[in-house]
C-alpha cells in the first residue's frame, strides 16, 4: 500500500495539471476576468447548471454499463491494458549505458565484464519499464554464446506496483460507499488489472513460458524459438539465445534476406492455430510487433516468438469445445454446434437448441458464399464463440482470447501474403486434431489419462469379482429381503388395527357425548 503522502501527491498533480489547462485555454491577458466569467455564466445561467444536472448522471450509466463489460468480459481490459502499454513503450527513455552496468552487475551478483567478451549497452529493444541488450559470453553456456539479455527497470516497476496498489485502494473504498461498485465488483476488477499488469515484468515466469514453447515445438523446422539460459535468470534479468531476425512486417527487409512470404503467412496461421487448440497454451497478446522472422543461415524463414511476457492457457474442454465446434461451422453443422453450447453450458439448458442452431445460421452463412482464399477464418470463430449473447449466454474469456490471437494471426498473414488462404489452413489444423480426438491416438491418449485410476483399481480386482461372487451365490441377501418385506407386511398391518381402534373409540365417544347431553 502507497503512502498517505504519495496519495496526496496524485491528487495535488491531478488537480494541478487539470487547472493548468483550464489556465492556458484562457485568453493571454485576460485570463483571471475569463475564468470568473466563465464559472460565473455558468453558475447563472438556467441552461447551463441543467446541462451540468443533466450530464453529471449520465455519467454513472456509461462507467456502470462499461465495468459491467469488463467484468463480463475482462479479456477486452486485458487486450486493452496491454494494447496501451505497447503504444508508450517508445516513448520510455531507457537506462543510461553506465546504470545499465550497474543494474545487470546487482541483478548477476557479479560484474558484468567477469561474464560478457562484450555487451551492446544501448538496447536493440525497449518496452515499458524494461530493455533488451546484446552481448557475447566470456565462455559459452549450454553451447550459446550470443545471447540477448533482458532488464527490466526496477524503479520504474516499483512505481507501477504503487499505482496499482493506489487503484485497489480507491476500488476498495468505492466498494464500501457504492452498492454499485459492490455489485459491479471493482476491488475484484482492480486485483485482476493489477495482476495483469506486473506479470508482464514477471521474468522467471516469461522464461517459463519461453522453455514450455519450446517444449512443445520442439523439432518443429517452421519456427526458431531462442534456448533460455537459466544460468544468467533472475528476477531482473531474462537471458536467451540471440537469434538475428527481422520484424515480420519488414517485407523489403525479408524479401533482400531471401525470405520466401507466402510459406512464411502459411506457417503464422498453422503455428497460432496449433499453439492455442493442441497445445493449449498460447500468446494472449500476439501481434506484428511480438513476431519476427530468422534471417539466420540455419534457420532463415522460420517464425522467432521470443516475446512470452502474456500469456495464457485453455483446458482440455474448452480446446474440444472449439476444436469440435469449429469443425461443425466449417461442415455448416449448426444443430451440433448448437448442442456442443448447450452441453458446455454456455447457455442455459432451456434454451431451445432450433433457436440457437437458427441464430448460427443467419450469422454464418454469409461467410461461405465468397471463394475459399477470400474468407475469413477469424470471422467464422468470432460468430462461433459469440453467438450465445442472444441467449444470455457467455463463453470463457480464455476462448475470447484464443479466437482474438487467432484473428491477429490472420491478419498478419494477410499483411505478409495476401493471397494466402487462411480458411483452408485453420480448417485442415482443427480437421486433423479432431480427427485425432476419434481415432486410436485419442483412445491411446484418454487411456493414458485413466492410468493412474486404473493403477489403483487394477490390485483390487480379483477381490471386487470374489466378493462379487460371493454375494451372488449367498442365500444370505435372499433372506435378508424375504425378512425386510415380512417387517413391512407386519408394521401395514399394526399400523392399519390402530387406525380401526382410534375410529372406533372416536365414534363410541361421539355417541357418549350426544346421549349425556340429551
Known amino acids: 500500500m502507497p503512502p498517505l503522502f504519495r496519495r496526496l501527491r496524485l491528487l495535488f498533480h491531478a488537480l494541478r495539471y487539470g487547472a493548468r489547462l483550464i489556465w492556458l485555454a484562457a485568453p ?238 502459411e506457417h503464422i496461421v498453422a503455428v497460432v492455430t496449433e499453439q492455442a487448440f493442441e497445445h493449449g497454451f498460447f500468446h494472449a497478446t500476439l501481434d506484428a510487433r511480438r513476431v519476427r522472422v530468422s534471417v539466420e543461415p540455419d534457420t532463415l524463414g522460420r517464425i522467432v516468438l521470443a516475446d512470452f511476457a502474456v500469456m495464457s492457457s485453455l483446458s482440455s474442454q474448452e480446446r474440444e469445445f472449439f476444436v469440435h465446434g469449429a469443425t461443425a461451422l466449417f461442415d455448416q453443422d449448426y444443430g451440433r454446434l448448437a448442442h456442443l453450447h448447450r452441453d458446455a453450458g454456455h447457455v442455459s439448458q432451456d434454451t431451445r437448441p432450433e433457436k440457437l442452431e437458427a441464430e448460427l445460421r443467419t450469422r454464418v452463412e454469409g461467410h461461405f458464399a465468397p471463394q475459399s482464399h477470400e474468407r475469413s477464418a477469424g470471422a467464422l470463430f468470432h460468430h462461433l464463440l459469440f453467438a450465445v449473447h442472444p441467449f444470455g449466454g457467455d463463453v470463457p474469456p480464455r476462448l475470447a482470447a484464443a479466437q482474438r490471437a487467432f484473428g491477429q494471426a490472420e491478419m498478419l498473414a494477410n499483411a505478409l501474403h495476401p493471397g494466402v488462404d487462411s480458411w483452408k489452413i485453420a480448417r485442415s489444423v482443427l480437421l486433423t486434431l479432431a480427427r485425432r480426438e476419434r481415432d486410436h491416438r485419442g483412445w491411446i491418449k484418454h487411456i493414458a489419462q485413466e492410468l493412474p485410476h486404473l493403477a489403483h483399481l487394477v490390485p483390487r480386482m480379483p477381490q471386487l469379482a470374489v466378493r462379487y461372487l460371493q454375494d451372488r451365490h449367498d442365500p444370505a441377501p435372499v433372506r435378508q429381503q424375504t425378512q425386510l418385506v415380512s417387517d413391512v407386511l407386519l408394521e401395514y398391518r399394526r399400523t392399519r388395527t390402530l387406525l380401526w381402534a382410534c375410529t372406533v373409540c372416536g365414534g363410541l365417544l361421539g355417541a357418549i357425548a350426544v346421549l349425556l347431553a340429551y
Do not use: Y
Open 28 to 265: 493571454e491577458h485576460h485570463k483571471l476576468h475569463w475564468i470568473v466569467t466563465l464559472a460565473s455564466r455558468v453558475h447563472e445561467s438556467p441552461r447551463g447548471r441543467a446541462g451540468v444536472h443533466r450530464a453529471l448522471p449520465n455519467l454513472g450509466p456509461l462507467a456502470s454499463a462499461f465495468a459491467q463489460s469488463l467484468a463480463r468480459r475482462p479479456e477486452l481490459a486485458t487486450s486493452t491494458l496491454h494494447d496501451a502499454i505497447d503504444a508508450v513503450s517508445h516513448l520510455q527513455t531507457p537506462l543510461p549505458p553506465d546504470e545499465v552496468e550497474h543494474a545487470i552487475a546487482a541483478a548477476l551478483g557479479r560484474p558484468a565484464s567477469t561474464l560478457f567478451a562484450a555487451i551492446d549497452l544501448t538496447p536493440a529493444k525497449t518496452g515499458f519499464a524494461e530493455q533488451t541488450h546484446v552481448a557475447r559470453l566470456a565462455e559459452p553456456i549450454n553451447g550459446h554464446r550470443g545471447l540477448a539479455i533482458k532488464l527490466v527497470r526496477a524503479a520504474q516497476v516499483q512505481e507501477i506496483a504503487d499505482e496499482a496498489a493506489l487503484l485497489r485502494w480507491v476500488a476498495r473504498w468505492m466498494e464500501k460507499l457504492s452498492k454499485n461498485a459492490r455489485r459491479l465488483r471493482l476491488r475484484e476488477l482492480a486485483d485482476t488489472f493489477t495482476q495483469d499488469m506486473l506479470r508482464r515484468f514477471d521474468l522467471r515466469a516469461e522464461a517459463a513460458n519461453l522453455s514450455q514453447t519450446a517444449h512443445h515445438f520442439d523439432g518443429d523446422r517452421r519456427l526458431a524459438i531462442p534456448a533460455v539460459i537459466w544460468e544468467l535468470c533472475t528476477d531482473r534479468t531474462l537471458a536467451m539465445q540471440h537469434i538475428e531476425s527481422l520484424p515480420a512486417l519488414d517485407l523489403g527487409g525479408l524479401s533482400a534476406s531471401g525470405v520466401k512470404l507466402a510459406p512464411l503467412a
